[in-house]
């Protein structure tokens, strides 16, 4: 007969624990056991005092409508393999966020493969995830750089520039400082920065690369924050010149940002997308999710909504108010106008849903077009992205 289980937050012997169960269950040392250490919160499972699940947690902010959302971000989960099938990993998640909930998170991200699980416990992917991959050729043919200079190394300025691009889109993580040493150490990054002579920086970008076996060597971006179109062009066109070395440059999943500056400025289609895991939002308290993001200042609706219950189990009556850039979601006896589950919630509260038609084909109810049409809208502002790994 099995020991009972129980869960608590894991102490410095608990911690190695984990990372050898980590290692263990996936196959491999994860590193981030050991380099989050600092900034993550562990929970595990024990069985007779053994760790046989467990996962990270980040309370960080994510911008959406250019406001920061505190989000309890989850990272490097696993469940020990004899320990599968006897849905552990959903007790775990729980446990996983009831900490970063104490603390104040009310939207909560994850990003695994098994995402018929998460979307089980509310979790849903508002953006499809592509790595892309092109050669550098067609890079150095395609774009110019006109009079930027590219800089080696990271500056304040430049990580200023990064969270200011950040607010433009649904999602992306509001870094803290020591994200940009975590993600160095763990990835051993290279950084440039772009800027036309005597003007601010107008682009970030990251990459890495590893030697190949016989010559030249492979490179993968990480980063590509740009300011505007033609600081897009010369970023593309600074990767270009690495064509002696690199025959591919390749941007890691998430990497690059959706819009099409790659691909309506190359002179040939001869570009790979190769689809990966999305991240998943689940919200986990809507009335101050709603109320902490950010909306469009002349946007003014009120529209009866039914949401579906966190567990489940029928939904609640609210009503919707935006106006002069604030919202509110409060209870109402008015049947709702506009009817989401709990996944549906996630995916419009982070811009998934462009359009009505967009929302109706992903099962979205609705009493009227009018209705859904304004609500769609009121997150439509921005777009979502998240290049941020956790």
């Not at 980590?22 to 600092?38: F, K, N, P, Q, W």
């Not at 699940?53 to 696993?78: E, I």
């Not at 990054?189 to 970008?205: D, E, K």
Request: hydrophobic share 40%.
């Amino acid at each position: 007969m099995h020991q009972q289980l129980t869960f608590t937050a894991a102490d410095g012997g608990l911690w190695e624990q984990y990372d050898q169960l980590a290692a263990r269950a996936y196959g491999h040392l994860i590193s981030d056991v050991t380099h989050l250490r600092e900034h993550a919160d562990l929970q595990v499972a024990l069985r007779g005092g053994r760790v046989v699940a467990g996962g990270l947690g980040l309370l960080v902010d994510q911008f959406f409508g250019g406001a920061r959302v505190p989000s309890a971000c989850l990272g490097d989960g696993c469940v020990a393999p004899e320990e599968r099938g006897d849905h552990l990993a959903t007790d775990m998640a729980t446990e996983r966020l009831r900490p970063l909930i104490d603390r104040g998170a009310v939207i909560s991200t994850i990003v695994t493969s098994s995402t018929g699980y998460a979307r089980r416990l509310g979790w849903e992917a508002p953006v499809d995830v592509l790595a892309w991959a092109v050669a550098t050729d067609d890079l150095k043919m395609s774009f110019t750089g006109e009079d930027f200079e590219a800089v080696h190394g990271l500056t304040d300025e430049a990580e200023d520039l990064q969270h200011r691009l950040a607010r433009q889109w649904n999602g992306p993580v509001h870094r803290p400082a020591w994200w940009t040493r975590w993600k160095q150490e763990k990835s051993n990054l290279t950084t440039y920065r772009f800027a036309r002579p005597g003007l601010p920086t107008a682009g970030l970008l990251t990459l890495t690369t590893k030697r190949h076996e016989r010559h030249g060597m492979s490179l993968v971006v990480h980063d590509f924050w740009a300011a505007s179109q033609p600081t897009t062009a010369a970023m593309l066109a600074f990767l270009g010149r690495h064509n002696t070395r690199a025959r591919t440059i390749t941007f890691r999943r998430g990497a690059l940002p959706p819009y099409p500056s790659l691909l309506h400025g190359l002179r040939h289609h001869r570009t790979t997308a190769e689809s990966w895991h999305p991240w998943m939002l689940r919200i986990l308290d809507a009335p101050e999710a709603i109320r902490l993001r950010g909306w469009h200042a002349e946007r003014t609706i009120t529209v009866p909504v039914e949401i579906e219950n966190a567990n489940g189990d029928g939904s609640g009556r609210w009503m919707l108010h935006i106006k002069d850039g604030c919202a509110e979601l409060t209870p109402t006896s008015l049947p709702g106008q506009v009817t989401l589950t709990r996944r549906q919630l996630a995916v419009w509260y982070a811009g998934g849903y462009r359009t009505a038609t967009s929302a109706r084909m992903a099962g979205v109810q609705a009493a009227s077009e009018r209705a859904l049409a304004s609500v769609i809208r009121s997150t439509a502002d921005y777009e979502p992205w998240l290049p941020d790994h956790f």
